[in-house]
C-alpha cells in the first residue's frame, strides 16, 4: 500500500523518502523540474549541486548517460545494484536542475526490493538523494527523516533501519575511474576490477 501510494505520489510532483540499501533516500520523479527544485528547497541544498538519479536496471544508464566507457561497465556489472554511485558524461534528456548546471550525472542502482519497486512503478530514473537537510548526518530511519525533514515531504515509506554507510562515488569520465567518495566499498575492492585513482 505504502508502495503504491509512493509511486502515485512521484508521478505526480511529490517527494518520498524511502529506505535504501545505504541510507534513507528522498526521491523525485526526474521528468517534472518542478519536483526536482522541491527537492533543494526541502533538504536547503545549493542548486549547483547536482543530484544523484536512481535506477531500476543497467539498462537504464544508456539513457541517461551520452556515453558509457567499457570500465563503468565493468563496475556496473561487479557492484551493481549495490553501494556503487558512477559519475558519467550525462546525456541532453537529462534535466540541467538535476546535473546542477554541469556536464556529468551520478547513477545507482540500489539493492533494496522497495526502492528498486518505486522506480518500476514510476517507470523513469528517480531523483534519488540522502534524504537529510544539508550538511546534516544522513537519516539512517524514519523517525530521523521526520525530524529533518517534517512535513515538507510527502510520504516517508518506513522500511526499518538502513545499513548506514554511503555509496562509494567514482568518477568514470577521465582516463582512469577516480573515488570521488569511499563509502561502503572500498577502494581495494575496486581496484580489483580496475586501475583506480
Known amino acids: 500500500e505504502q ?21 534513507y533516500g528522498l526521491g523525485a520523479n526526474s521528468g517534472i523540474p518542478r519536483a526536482v527544485e522541491r527537492i533543494y528547497k526541502v533538504k536547503q541544498r545549493p542548486q549547483n549541486l547536482a543530484l544523484p538519479l536512481l535506477l531500476a536496471e543497467p539498462s537504464q544508464i544508456s539513457e541517461v548517460a551520452s556515453y558509457v566507457p567499457r570500465v563503468a561497465w565493468l563496475l556496473v556489472h561487479k557492484f551493481l545494484p549495490g553501494a556503487l554511485t558512477v559519475v558519467l558524461s550525462s546525456s541532453k534528456s537529462v534535466s540541467r536542475i538535476i546535473t546542477g548546471g554541469g556536464k556529468t550525472v551520478a547513477v545507482r542502482i540500489p539493492a533494496h526490493p522497495l526502492a528498486i519497486a518505486l522506480i518500476q512503478g514510476v517507470g523513469t530514473p528517480i531523483v534519488g538523494t540522502s534524504a537529510n537537510l544539508s550538511g546534516w548526518p544522513s537519516a539512517l530511519t524514519a523517525d530521523e527523516v521526520r525530524s529533518q525533514l517534517g512535513n515538507e515531504i510527502d510520504l516517508v515509506i518506513d522500511g526499518g533501519r538502513c545499513p548506514g554507510r554511503e555509496s562509494t562515488i567514482v568518477d568514470v569520465t577521465g582516463e582512469i575511474p577516480r573515488v570521488l567518495r569511499e563509502g561502503a566499498i572500498s577502494k581495494a575492492e575496486l581496484g580489483k576490477v580496475c586501475e583506480i585513482i
Not at 508502495?3 to 541510507?23: E, H
Open 3 to 23: 508502495i503504491s501510494r509512493g509511486i502515485a505520489i512521484l508521478k505526480s510532483d511529490g517527494l518520498v523518502a524511502f529506505p535504501t540499501d545505504t541510507v
